[in-house]
């Protein structure tokens, strides 16, 4: 008997400003429907169908509209940035389609039609300033690409930081695609903050972060050691554009290459076997790979591709996946999900492989709180007692140093 | 410097929603739920007790005057009105209800966190402009007593209109009290402003 073929739209840029993580999601999204259709796990396979709105915003919902009009998707994986998603939003309604989104975002949104298994604030930009604050200071400098996110993450950022009684030296945005940094570089040498919050996206951030190391190699006040850059959504996908550039930088991220359990140590080893030993895997790659293992087990449990049946069962308890169970929140309809801490080691190394080496990490998977319901940014940040050049956690409930 | 933004929370908030059992109640209610907020439903009538809401949410097509226990000049909470028809009289209806914001049937997933936002704001603003008309309204009707001041002092210091106005300031500063407050204290004086340089 043959098998059921169940399209599934795969909606990512693989040219354009942020071309790196489009093509990086686009493998882990082939990748994960390869393993599932090869697993005889299932009674149906997938088919795999394309889209590339090359990093337009507004192609994005002129190939939804296809791949759920023309070529049958119920679900789609795919959008990187919240502007996109925010266009595909109609047609997901017209058609009853689920989106599925695995990119880190600002929040605020819930949408009936959309699951998202990428981090929200309260699972990525907070658990970032839990670290960075006591170990660096809160007087920040703030960086984006000019749309929600960037704007959002910082809106947050400012109401962190004036809580906890620290200040926002400088916000400045520009637009995506745009190069010109020098700008950027002249505020942050005259103000001096104690971190630098990047949320510029694709090129416009590896031009910042190549002149930014151009500064600190004028004034070692601007090495990372003394005044890092910190980001939501630097992974390794960018790493080997970013070469040197990236050392230092301190970032957030639900899956770092690096994490070692057994789960990842042979989901490494196969993805090395398929993609190459050099290959580096990240979040923009695990994000569709977990996000089309969770639709196969979706459609294992509920029978259907019917979107309405998988949203309205959406499970109380985990769902395995090769990277461990993972659970979806029927309320907000948003993933549980552990934000470890990285930062960017061996890239100004000829021989060493450039990796994120995990400085905090919690215990346990965070359940997703997009509005910032229970979380109080007025909170304050637990601070170690011997001072900012100590990254001790005990003090803070939030975050565990790895060692 | 401006005040620190704080992301609007409605944790704990208590809402009211004004509408037959429909699925765009049942929208309205999760979405809310998702917010932290504890829902009730209601149909046909709200009940006095429910002027404790954080806020409303009416139905304005449905709804209609007989169903609020409280007067449309009196608006206890925040309102948002869900609205299927655009007919103005419905729309000045939810206005005059008390509806600072709203929200275009069907109702989604998504507009309320946005309109709860409005609404409360229109609210909190409403409220601090009718206490500064009242009492502006208050300092309004008090003019004769200023003027009077005012000519007293004219006459007592020998001096013209805009120096005795100055003078009344200069108390009214010193006593850090408003003008009004300064003119009446003034007018009760026996001897007017004379009164406090003998005193002195």
């Known amino acids: 008997m043959t098998r059921q073929e169940i399209p ?47 990093g337009e915003a507004d192609r994005y ?43 880190p975002y600002e929040g605020f949104e819930s949408h009936d039609r959309v699951l998202y298994t990428g981090a929200c604030p309260n699972q990525n930009v907070v658990p970032l300033f839990q670290y960075a604050v006591p170990a660096f200071g809160n007087r920040a400098y703030l960086l984006g690409s000019n749309y929600i996110w960037g704007w959002e993450v910082n809106r947050i950022a400012r109401e962190l930081l004036g809580a906890d009684g620290g200040c926002v030296l400088g916000e400045r945005y520009i ?42 190699r004028e004034d070692p006040f601007f090495l990372p050691s003394r005044c890092p850059v910190i980001s939501c959504n630097l992974t390794e996908a960018e790493l080997p554009v970013l070469g040197a550039a ?33 290959a580096q895997i990240s979040a923009m790659f695990t994000g569709p790979y977990l996000a089309a293992w969770l639709l196969a087990r979706a459609i294992a449990e509920t029978g259907k591709a019917d979107p309405q049946g998988i949203i309205a069962r959406l499970p109380d308890r985990p769902r395995p996946t090769p990277l461990g ?55 304050g940040f637990a601070r170690a007692p011997s001072g900012a050049a100590s990254l001790d956690r005990e003090t803070g409930p939030q975050l565990r140093l790895v060692t | 410097m401006a005040a620190a933004f704080r992301t609007p929370s409605f944790r704990g908030w208590k809402a009211v929603v004004l509408h037959r059992p429909h699925t765009d109640r049942d929208n309205i209610c999760r979405q809310l739920e998702r917010l932290g907020i504890e829902v009730e439903c209601v149909w046909p009538d709200l009940r006095k007790e429910h002027s404790e809401a954080n806020v409303v949410v009416f139905d304005a097509d449905m709804a209609h005057e007989g169903q609020f226990p409280w007067k449309p000049d ?113 007018n009760a004086r026996p001897g007017g402003a004379d009164d406090d340089r003998r005193k002195a």
């Open chain 2, 74 to 186: 009196i608006q206890p909470m925040p309102m948002i009105a869900l609205m299927g028809t655009e007919a103005p009289g419905r729309v000045e209806w939810a206005i005059r209800r008390g509806a600072g914001a709203h929200l275009n049937k069907p109702i989604g997933s998504s507009g309320v966190y946005g309109a709860l936002v409005v609404a409360q704001r229109s609210f909190e603003a409403r409220f601090a402009y009718e206490n500064k008309i009242a009492d502006l309204e208050q300092r309004l009707a008090r003019r004769p007593q200023v003027v009077e001041a005012i000519l007293t002092l004219m006459l007592q210091r020998n001096c013209d209109a805009h120096t005795a106005y100055r003078g009344l300031r200069d108390l009214a500063m010193a006593g850090r009290i408003s003008i009004e407050d300064a003119a009446d204290e003034l």
């Open chain 1, 61 to 103: 919902a002129v190939l939804a509209e296809r791949l759920m009009r023309e070529e049958g998707c119920r679900h789609i994986i795919g959008c990187q940035t919240s502007w996109s998603r925010k266009e595909v939003l109609p047609v997901l309604e017209r058609h009853q389609g689920v989106l599925w989104y695995t990119a």
């Open chain 1, 175 to 216: 637009p995506i695609g745009d190069e010109q940094v020098a700008h950027l570089i002249e505020e942050i040498r005259e103000k001096r903050p104690d971190f630098i919050l990047n949320n510029l996206i694709g090129t416009s951030s590896y031009a910042f972060l190549r002149a930014y190391r151009a500064l600190g």
């Open chain 1, 246 to 278: 990236a050392e230092g930088v301190i970032s957030t991220s639900t899956y770092f290459e690096t994490l070692d359990t057994a789960d990842n140590r042979a989901f490494l080893a196969r993805m090395r076997l398929l993609r190459g030993a050099d």
């Open chain 1, 8 to 54: 599934v739209g795969v909606l990512f840029s693989s040219v354009g400003p942020y071309a790196e993580i489009g093509r990086e999601a686009r493998e882990g999204a082939r990748a994960a429907i390869d393993e599932i259709n090869a697993s005889g796990d299932f009674g149906f396979r997938f088919t795999c169908v394309e889209a590339d709105p090359q």
């Open chain 1, 325 to 379: 169970p993972v659970v979806i929140d029927r309320q907000t309809q948003h993933a549980h999900l552990t934000p470890h801490i990285g930062v960017v080691e061996g890239a100004a190394s000829v021989r060493d492989r450039a990796r994120f080496r995990l400085v905090g990490t919690r215990p346990a998977p965070l359940a997703p709180d997009p509005y910032l319901v229970d979380y109080d940014p007025h909170a």
